[in-house]
Structures are given as structure tokens and as C-alpha cells.
């Protein structure tokens, strides 16, 4: 593209060149035609003087005639130089005109070649143009992002849990530009302009906060007690929206919580149920299909899996007091975050289920609000053998104290995993020191990034440390 434009410019070039000489060529065709009229009209006037001269020859005188003769000659010799120059005129007129219409057609190509240079050159400002709109795009994504795409960490110092995971501290700022996956966004901090990806758990925006709100307010049905409240609430939506910023920030969770519940309500999502033998496993459950298997279940289902559950459908199964008597032994919990009211119900059904061994809690689905008071609800658990609390990003050093209690307390647990979340190596080493008391523990599964000053600063832990996991995977 490039090359041509350069050819276009040459063209223009020549064509200016060519125009300036057609007009020389004119000008000296003009002077050559009145100068042939001339030198013919010259002719003529010789031509009659050497008629004279030859009948005054014929006379008797003839040193004159001698002159004459060599008069003559010498007027014969003007008469040929001067009638080999006209034709030399009229040939280069000849030329001249050949040429001129060899000009002619040159000046039509050049013509063209202008039309097709237009053509080319608006096809060139189009893709310029194309190009500029896509670097704006770019540049305001990078630059200017839009209120709707900001986001902030309200609670919460978080250190990238995963290589392509950047880190950020309470009240940074963060672009978000990718909800692709509903747990794991893609965005950039505005403070350090690092790039990678962000558990939306962790973030919240006041705009975003403000449609949640309006979507608990439009919305069908509400099962969160707090929620029911502040819909309820006669006071103006001004208090209500006070009252749901209270509830926020007393409960990070909720966030992620309600966010999940109107997506899976905007898109129309439909769950499915399957029934093994002896395990339930629901997805994307509905409260009524949570109410039909409550219906459903019997002693030999010994597994629930619950994945990607709405606030409704986990309060309609956990608050059953049906799973208080069944013979339960697994209760698994993905990408269903539990709010502080879920918590309360989950709790109540570890302290009246006494044959429940495992319970898994992962994956964005529980904040340090529900690991103390699940930790509570174990002290004096007799029967829970497996706490699996991995990939939660809002388990921070506020649980650590409570994890470490539970230890001490607890004779029950013989494996905890407590990998990939935000708890710092301060309450890891806690956590560590625990284990000298308690002798039950087999297994006790950490974040590789906390070994190293473990081993550096906790004496006792050559003692412990064959109960201490910091492999990699959950």
C-alpha cells in the first residue's frame, strides 16, 4: 500500500510535467506556423525577383549579367536552405502533432490512473479510520475505563493464589474487562496496572450493588431472612439501600451470593438432579427441585453434592430438618456461597447430624464469617473426620485464630485443607502449632508459598512435619 501511494505521487508529478510541456509545444507551434507564412510569403517576393533577374539576363550587358548569374546562384542557394527549412518545420509540425496526440492519450491514462488513485485513497482512509476506531476502543479500555468496569476489594488484602492471578489491597481499584466465568474474572489494577485474573469474590462494585438491590426488591422470592427484611421494610428505598450496604459489608459473601442468584434468574437457568445409588448430586438447582429431593432421599443416599446453588435453593435444602436424621456421610458444597443465614442452617445440621464424616466447603462458596462459626459449631463434634475448606479466597487471617482453636479442640478431625485461600503465614503457623497438641491430625494441607518460613521460624516443626502437606494440588 505504501509502495503505490509513493507510484500515485509520481504520477501526479508527471502529469504537471506533461501539462507544462503540451503548452511549450502550442506555444512553439504557433511560432512555427507564423513563421512558415513568412518565410513563404518571402519566397514568393524572391521567386519574382529571380523572374526579373533572368529576363534582364537575356539583355546584351554582360558584366551584369555576370553579376546577375552569380546573384542568382546565390538566391537559388537562400531559396534551397530556406525551402529545406520549411520542410524541416513542417516535419517537426508533424512531430509535433504526432506527439500531441501521443499526449492526448497519455493525458486519458493519467486520467484514469488519477481515478483509480481516488478510489485507493478512500480505501485507504477507510482502514485508517478502521484502525483509529479499534485503537480508541483499545485505548479507552486501557485508559479510560468505564464507571460500570471498576471495582474495588472492600474487605480484604488478597496475594494472587494462582501464577496468572494478580494481587491487590483493600479499596484498590481494579478494571475489570472479562465476566466470562462467574467465580473468575479477568481485569487489571488500576494502582500497579498489573494484568490477570481476579476472584470476583473479592470485588464489588457500588453500581453492581445498587442492581442487586433492585433485583431483591423486583424479585419473586426472597428465602434470606436479612433480605426478607429489608424488602419488607416500609422505610424508602434510600434506608433500604443503607440497610443492604450494612448487610454487605457484615457479610462479604452476599455479594457473590446474590450476583450468582440473578444471573442464573436473567438467563433462565435450568438444574438437573442425579440419582446414584447412593448419592444426589444437584447443579444449578431450583428450590423446587432442592424440595423434591428433601421428598426423595432416603437412608442409602449416603452423598449430597451441591454445586452452583442459589441463596434460595441452599436455604430450601439446608434448612430441611429431614437431612438431621439421615445417614449422611458426605456433604460436598461447590461454588454455592453461603451466606450467614445458609451458615446458621448449615451449622444446626452439624450439631444434631452425628453421622456425618466429611464435609467440603470449596471454591468460592464460604467467607471467615462462616469458617468461625462452623469452627464453633465442631469443638465438641465427635463424628466429622474430613474439613475440606480449599480455593476460598475470603478465608483470611480473621479465621486463623478460630482454625487454630478448633484443633485444640476437636479429637474428631484427622484431615483439614486449607489450600488456596488468603490466610497469611502468621496464622499458618498458628495453625501449625497446634498440632503439637493435637494428635488426631494425619493430614493437614497448605499453600506451598508458606512452607519455606514455616520451617525457618517454627522450631517444633521437624516434629510436625510429617503431617504437614504443602503439595500443590487441592
Not at 518565410?39 to 551584369?64: A, F, H, M, V
Request: net charge negative; glycine share 4%.
Amino acid at each position: 500500500m505504501r509502495f503505490k501511494v509513493m507510484n500515485n505521487e509520481c504520477f501526479a508529478e508527471e502529469i504537471k510535467l506533461a501539462d507544462g510541456e503540451e503548452q511549450e509545444l502550442r506555444t512553439l507551434l504557433d511560432y512555427k506556423e507564423g513563421s512558415i507564412f513568412e518565410q513563404d510569403k518571402q519566397l514568393n517576393i524572391i521567386k519574382k525577383r529571380k523572374e526579373y533577374i533572368e529576363r534582364r539576363l537575356e539583355t546584351p550587358e554582360s558584366k551584369l549579367k555576370v553579376k546577375l548569374v552569380t546573384r542568382g546562384k546565390l538566391i537559388n542557394k537562400i531559396f534551397k536552405s530556406k525551402k529545406s527549412e520549411t520542410q524541416y518545420f513542417r516535419t517537426s509540425l508533424l512531430m509535433k502533432a504526432g506527439r500531441e496526440e501521443a499526449l492526448v492519450e497519455y493525458k486519458k491514462e493519467i486520467e484514469l490512473l488519477q481515478e483509480d488513485i481516488s478510489i485507493t485513497s478512500e480505501q485507504l482512509l477507510m482502514i485508517q479510520k478502521g484502525n483509529v476506531e479499534k485503537k480508541d476502543q483499545c485505548t479507552q479500555s486501557l485508559d479510560t475505563p468505564t464507571a460500570e468496569s471498576i471495582y474495588t476489594s472492600p474487605c480484604i488484602d488478597y496475594h494472587a493464589l494462582w501464577s496468572n492471578e494478580i494481587s491487590f489491597s483493600e479499596g484498590e481499584q481494579l478494571e475489570i474487562y472479562d465476566k466470562e466465568d462467574s467465580f473468575v474474572w479477568k481485569g487489571r489494577s488500576l494502582v500497579s496496572g498489573d494484568e490477570g485474573y481476579i476472584p470476583s469474590s473479592c470485588v464489588y462494585s457500588m453500581l453492581e450493588s445498587l442492581q442487586l438491590l433492585e433485583f431483591i426488591l423486583s424479585g419473586e422470592e426472597v428465602s434470606l431472612p436479612i433480605l426478607q427484611k429489608i424488602r419488607n421494610d416500609s422505610s424508602s428505598n434510600d434506608e433500604k439501600a443503607s440497610l443492604f450496604l450494612e448487610t454487605i459489608n457484615d457479610d462479604p459473601i452476599m455479594i457473590s451470593a446474590l450476583r450468582q442468584d440473578k444471573e442464573q434468574h436473567d438467563k433462565g437457568v435450568t438444574g438437573s438432579v442425579d440419582w446414584d445409588s447412593d448419592s444426589v448430586t444437584l447443579i444449578f438447582p431450583s428450590p423446587v427441585q432442592c424440595n423434591e429431593v428433601i421428598s426423595n432421599i432416603n437412608n442409602n443416599h449416603k452423598v449430597i453434592y451441591l454445586h452452583y446453588s442459589s441463596t434460595n435453593s441452599t436455604v430450601s435444602l439446608l434448612s430441611s430438618t429431614k437431612l438431621h436424621t439421615l445417614n449422611l456421610r458426605r456433604l460436598e458444597m461447590w461454588c454455592t456461597p453461603l451466606t450467614n443465614d445458609c451458615i446458621q442452617y448449615l451449622c444446626i445440621l452439624l450439631t444434631n447430624n452425628k453421622i456425618i464424616q466429611e464435609l467440603v466447603i470449596s471454591v468460592h462458596s464460604i467467607s471467615d464469617r462462616g469458617v468461625i462459626n462452623i469452627c464453633q459449631a465442631l469443638e465438641h463434634n465427635s463424628t466429622l473426620t474430613s474439613l475440606g475448606l480449599s480455593n476460598n479466597p475470603l478465608i483470611t487471617s480473621t479465621s486463623g485464630q478460630a482454625l487454630s482453636h478448633l484443633l485444640l479442640n476437636n479429637s474428631s478431625l484427622d484431615k483439614l485443607n486449607l489450600r488456596k485461600t488468603s490466610l497469611s503465614t502468621e496464622s499458618i503457623l498458628l495453625i501449625l502449632q497446634s498440632l503439637m497438641d493435637n494428635k488426631k491430625i494425619r493430614r493437614l494441607m497448605l499453600d506451598k508459598r508458606h512452607k519455606e518460613t514455616c520451617i525457618n521460624t517454627y522450631p517444633n516443626y521437624h516434629l510436625i512435619q510429617d503431617r504437614a502437606d504443602w503439595t500443590s494440588d487441592w
